[in-house]
């Protein structure tokens, strides 16, 4: 079967850094997604990997290596509003969509 | 504004009622998609669209239909609904290309009595 894993929360102080972990098993690879979810909100897309290695984008990073089926986002300097669920999702061989279920990251002050 | 919107945003119905969940998007995105979130579990296709007109089952489809019938608009339906129809459920959408981003709606809380 298909699977995503992630931890299911995480606690993390101001202006740390933290590491969120993805491991999949999938039919196929077609990229590798990261959204932000704050509680009771709709999800919003973060960052996208389909090759292998680290994409930048501001506080954010998400590296990907598909040899190990592993993928994760990195966020620097956080601050309280990076309190939220961290969603890691794969595109399978049919471009379909597999969602892990989620890191709640708790910041600290 | 443009994106996606939901309604209702929170509805409570007793069982056996039928209840239509209603989606609109204003990007003229071709593909959109009905997910159900529950706590603990990842995010569930129920049932997507890749272009009006034509619509597909997801990995929970069972006790939902959805239409397309045109670009905009993309209601699921829960014919006779169950306690565990009990969800949150997000309406996407996709502009489809290399990246395929989502573009999600507010989310509708429904509880099942």
């Known amino acids: 079967g298909q699977n995503i894993d992630q931890p299911t929360e995480m606690t993390a102080t101001e202006g740390a850094i933290v590491q969120i972990n993805c491991t999949y098993q999938t039919s196929g690879f077609n990229g590798l997604f990261w959204y932000q979810q704050h509680a009771g909100e709709a999800p919003t897309f973060l960052s996208y990997n389909v090759l292998d290695g680290l994409e930048e984008k501001g506080r954010f990073s998400s590296f990907l290596s598909r040899s190990k089926g592993y993928s994760y986002l990195l966020l620097k300097e956080l601050q309280m509003k990076d309190s939220a669920s961290y969603l890691c999702a794969v595109r399978d061989s049919n471009y379909q969509l597999i969602w892990g279920a989620g890191t709640k990251l708790i910041i600290k002050p | 504004i443009a994106g996606i919107t939901q309604a209702p945003t929170s509805q409570i119905l007793a069982a056996g009622r039928r209840m239509t969940l209603r989606c609109t998007q204003d990007?003229?995105?071709?593909?959109m998609y009905w997910y159900r979130q529950d706590l603990g579990l990842g995010l569930r296709l129920i049932h997507y669209s890749n272009t009006a007109g034509t619509t597909g089952k997801g990995e929970v489809p069972d006790g939902y239909s959805v239409s397309r019938a045109n670009t905009d608009d993309f209601p699921l339906t829960l014919a006779s609904a169950v306690p565990s129809q009990t969800s949150v459920y997000f309406c996407?959408?996709?502009?489809?290309?290399?990246?395929?981003?989502?573009?999600f709606g507010e989310g509708s809380r429904l509880t099942v009595l």
């Open positions: 990007m003229r995105h071709n593909a």
């Open positions: 996407a959408s996709s502009q489809g290309g290399a990246t395929g981003e989502l573009f």
